[in-house]
């Protein structure tokens, strides 16, 4: 089953005696940027430090171009939250989202002027998520002339994730990027994968991967959703 759309926060603990160990669905607050958190979280969402940090160690979590957390971080935010789907029962999601054209647009406007761009679409898809989604990027990889970003998107299932899928694709498809002093249109085509109650695995990346590339193939400006094989 595939849908399509055709056409048409980057966010950006405390530690207790025995006696007032919170449950793990409490709610409590990372000690660094005071956000609320789950006792059971190894990491705060909002910035990335550990909840516990005698227990665990802070990680390097922002990938430097687009000042969205990095991949390390997100897949350890993701292993954290598919426990707790898988413990309470909870939908889980993904997306993967490239820029199209990214190359030719590089050819057209050299590397520079694309990392400016990939900045820029960033901080859109920044506004078009929700608080509790996290938004990742991975290094960019000239050889392949792509950059991915990755979405991680809590308690949240397949009409849901693609119904955020398509807004983001539509809020960045909206606006106007200046690329050497030029006005350009930018498309995005993302891949989305969600838990599914049959699977003992899983994964939520490899399948939006999946389903971005299979995107890729029918066109571009779309969402693919990753079939249940």
């Given at each position: 089953?595939?849908?399509n759309?055709g056409t048409?926060?980057?966010?950006s603990?405390?530690?207790?005696s ?6 793990s669905?409490?709610p409590?607050?990372?000690?660094f ?6 006792a059971?979280d190894?990491?705060c969402?909002?910035?990335?430090m ?10 390097f ?11 390390v971080?997100f897949?350890s935010l993701l292993?954290?939250e598919?426990?707790?789907?898988t ?7 993904v997306?993967?989202v490239?820029?199209?054209?990214l190359s030719?647009?590089e050819?057209?406007?050299g590397?520079?002027?694309t ?6 679409v960033?901080?859109?898809m920044?506004g078009a998520v929700?608080d509790?989604?996290?938004?990742a ?6 050889a392949l002339g792509?950059h ?5 998107l809590?308690?949240t299932?397949?009409?849901g994730?693609?119904?955020?899928a398509d807004?983001?694709?539509?809020l ?14 930018i498309t ?5 994968a969600?838990t599914?109650s049959?699977q003992e695995?899983p ?11 299979e995107?890729h193939a029918?066109?571009q ?8 094989d």
């Amino acid at each position: 089953m595939a849908k399509n759309s055709g056409t048409g926060t980057r966010r950006s603990a405390k530690s207790t005696s025995v006696a007032d160990t919170p449950s793990s669905r409490d709610p409590t607050t990372c000690r660094f940027c005071r956000a609320t958190v789950r006792a059971s979280d190894n990491y705060c969402s909002h910035c990335g430090m550990p909840i516990d940090p005698v227990r665990d160690q802070p990680l390097f979590v922002v990938e430097g171009l687009s000042s969205l957390f990095n991949t390390v971080f997100f897949e350890s935010l993701l292993e954290q939250e598919l426990n707790r789907a898988t413990r309470y029962g909870h939908p889980l999601s993904v997306l993967v989202v490239e820029i199209d054209n990214l190359s030719e647009l590089e050819a057209a406007y050299g590397y520079d002027q694309t990392n400016l761009l990939i900045r820029a679409v960033a901080d859109a898809m920044v506004g078009a998520v929700r608080d509790p989604d996290t938004i990742a990027a991975a290094n960019r990889v000239t050889a392949l002339g792509t950059h991915r970003f990755f979405v991680l998107l809590p308690e949240t299932g397949e009409d849901g994730a693609f119904t955020i899928a398509d807004r983001i694709r539509t809020l960045v498809a909206s606006q106007v990027f200046s690329l050497g002093g030029t006005d350009n249109r930018i498309t995005l085509s993302l891949g989305i994968a969600s838990t599914l109650s049959e699977q003992e695995t899983p994964n939520l990346i490899g399948r939006a991967t999946q389903a971005l590339i299979e995107g890729h193939a029918r066109g571009q400006n779309r969402v693919e959703v990753a079939t249940s094989d």
